[in-house]
């Protein structure tokens, strides 16, 4: 993916090597990186450009990057604004927070909506990366929505479902029917099965909890079957 890291850079410069580990990892997992100037330790502030200058360049890289990659230990206003500005194009951010730093990741980037947080170390930084940019292609590659009908046994469960593929189907819209619980499918749904057959004991002396874990377990597993 094409990655635009930010970092303060302006004033303190004390966590350039940590920075420049960061870009050869995200390099290293085979992502282009945007933005290689911030870790350039000749750099002089501003990059010899003006103001308005800088500011057009850095738009534009956020604009045509896919993702953001900012590392916030250090605080810097320049980089929550690129932020801000990645997050109004559209673009997934990732912030990371140095595990090891003397001060604590403030409120308003932990407490971000539509950031990804992620604490790092020097050890563990590729991991962390990886991870979430994996993440991040995962989400991109899921187009559809997910409905869940659910009730009660008599409720018209089945009913709606059938109208509603009757109507995907006649408007040619591609869909995937899971039912639940998957008594022959899934490990969990079996158990299920063996719950509702009376094997854990009978509805007033088997655990709730118990039941509630196999439905719970059934329904998350199934997450690969939805990508």
Do not use: C
């Amino acid at each position: 993916m094409k990655v635009y890291f930010g970092a303060s850079v302006s004033l303190d410069r004390s966590m350039l090597p940590v920075y420049q580990e960061v870009v050869a990892n995200l390099k290293k997992l085979g992502h282009t990186v945007m933005s290689e100037n911030v870790i350039d330790p000749t750099m002089p502030v501003g990059g010899g450009l003006t103001p308005k200058e800088l500011f057009v360049r850095e738009a534009k890289l956020i604009e045509q990057a896919e993702v953001m990659v900012a590392e916030v230990t250090l605080p810097s206003w320049g980089t929550a604004f690129l932020m801000e500005h990645a997050l109004s194009h559209g673009k997934k951010v990732l912030a990371l927070f140095y595990k090891d730093a003397s001060t604590p990741l403030p409120y308003m980037i932990e407490g971000h909506p539509d950031l990804y947080v992620a604490h790092y170390s020097k050890g563990n930084v590729r991991t962390v990366l990886k991870k979430n940019l994996e993440d991040f292609a995962s989400m991109d590659r899921r187009k559809g929505k997910l409905i869940v009908i659910d009730g009660t046994d008599g409720s018209g469960k089945g009913t709606q479902t059938e109208l509603l593929l009757k109507y995907l189907e006649q408007h040619k819209v591609k869909n995937k029917y899971i039912d639940f619980p998957r008594y022959y499918t899934s490990f969990h749904g079996q158990m299920v099965g063996r719950y509702l057959a009376g094997e854990f004991g009978n509805k007033e002396s088997a655990s709730p909890y118990l039941s509630s874990l196999f439905y719970a377990m059934d329904r998350l597993t199934a997450r690969t079957k939805i990508d």
